[in-house]
């Protein structure tokens, strides 16, 4: 799985949105300078050029400000958001509405679901308890009672962000299930979902890396711009890491464990 770049801008966005709630993020300057209080998040390849629309090997450089008609509001903004992001070090990167590829079907004769038509669709669950779009409908025929068997897709990174798997057997839960050490998973739904199960998510926002932020700067002009604001800028430079050390850890040890006993 890749982070695309609307997906990153989203995520600088998002924790701006956190770190300054209540006022105005606009993604657009032109809207941004015609309003006032107004935050404005900016993707730029330098603190010099313009907005790009590519982020190259994993490096972003981003460009906050802050317009405002008061000056000691607009340096108090920066102030804090310079603050928050120096404390942090690391700013959520996610992965927007991603929807997880639809998994396989095959029929088996045990299980005590009815014979008949049944729709199945699967979502992935991130390390943050987030939950992916569910994947396209898969339809698969019971000729007789029984179960059916799923073989759900292993992602191009392997583990990825998942740390299980949730089934909709006609748009109710049936069951969730965790992939094993090398991100491979399949199971069996066999029963019909519980009354008032719930239904898959209809918006995502998953947790797939971390920005890493290598270096931040603030400065608050002291003079009005051409519409009478003052403006205060936060600028970063991050790179993209793989999430929390610990989770991946722990990951390395189940690859191990399952190698050796292989042996």
Same mark, same amino acid.
């Given at each position: 799985?890749?982070?695309?770049?609307?997906?990153?801008?989203?995520?600088?966005?998002?924790?701006?949105?956190?770190?300054?709630?209540?006022? #105005?993020?606009?993604?657009?300057?032109?809207?941004?300078?015609?309003?006032?209080?107004?935050?404005?998040?900016?993707?730029?390849?330098?603190?010099?050029?313009?907005?790009?629309?590519?982020?190259?090997?994993?490096?972003?450089?981003?460009?906050?400000?802050?317009?405002?008609?008061?000056?000691?509001?607009?340096?108090?903004?920066?102030?804090?958001?310079?603050?928050?992001?120096?404390?942090?070090?690391?700013?959520?990167?996610?992965?927007?509405?991603?929807?997880?590829?639809?998994?396989?079907?095959?029929?088996?004769?045990?299980?005590?679901?009815?014979?008949?038509?049944?729709?199945?669709?699967?979502?992935?669950?991130?390390?943050?308890?987030?939950?992916?779009?569910?994947?396209?409908?898969?339809?698969?025929?019971?000729?007789? #009672?029984?179960?059916?068997?799923?073989?759900?897709?292993?992602?191009?990174?392997?583990?990825?962000?998942?740390?299980?798997?949730?089934?909709?057997?006609?748009?109710?839960?049936?069951?969730?299930?965790?992939?094993?050490?090398?991100?491979?998973?399949?199971?069996?739904?066999?029963?019909?979902?519980?009354?008032?199960?719930?239904?898959?998510?209809?918006?995502?926002?998953?947790?797939?890396?971390?920005?890493?932020?290598?270096?931040?700067?603030?400065?608050?002009?002291?003079?009005?711009?051409?519409?009478?604001?003052?403006?205060?800028?936060?600028?970063?430079?991050?790179?993209?890491?793989?999430?929390?050390?610990?989770?991946?850890?722990?990951?390395?040890?189940?690859?191990?464990?399952?190698?050796?006993?292989?042996?």
């Amino acid at each position: 799985m890749s982070l695309d770049l609307v997906s990153q801008i989203k995520s600088i966005m998002r924790f701006v949105e956190e770190q300054c709630p209540g006022i #105005p993020l606009q993604t657009e300057k032109s809207q941004a300078a015609t309003l006032a209080p107004a935050l404005l998040a900016e993707h730029v390849r330098s603190q010099a050029a313009p907005m790009m629309a590519t982020a190259q090997q994993d490096i972003a450089y981003w460009k906050i400000t802050f317009f405002s008609p008061d000056y000691w509001a607009s340096k108090k903004v920066i102030g804090d958001l310079k603050d928050a992001i120096q404390q942090l070090r690391e700013i959520p990167a996610c992965l927007f509405d991603f929807s997880f590829p639809a998994p396989t079907g095959a029929t088996a004769t045990d299980g005590h679901l009815p014979a008949g038509v049944y729709r199945l669709q699967v979502t992935g669950v991130g390390r943050d308890g987030a939950e992916s779009l569910p994947s396209q409908p898969v339809d698969v025929t019971l000729a007789e #009672p029984g179960s059916i068997r799923l073989t759900i897709p292993r992602l191009e990174h392997g583990v990825g962000p998942f740390v299980s798997y949730r089934v909709y057997l006609g748009g109710a839960l049936a069951g969730e299930v965790e992939q094993d050490a090398v991100g491979n998973t399949s199971c069996q739904v066999a029963d019909l979902p519980a009354n008032h199960a719930a239904a898959p998510p209809d918006t995502s926002v998953l947790l797939e890396r971390f920005f890493y932020v290598e270096d931040v700067q603030a400065v608050t002009f002291g003079e009005r711009n051409e519409l009478g604001l003052f403006e205060g800028i936060v600028r970063l430079k991050t790179r993209l890491t793989i999430p929390k050390r610990a989770v991946f850890a722990e990951k390395v040890a189940q690859v191990s464990a399952v190698v050796a006993a292989t042996k």
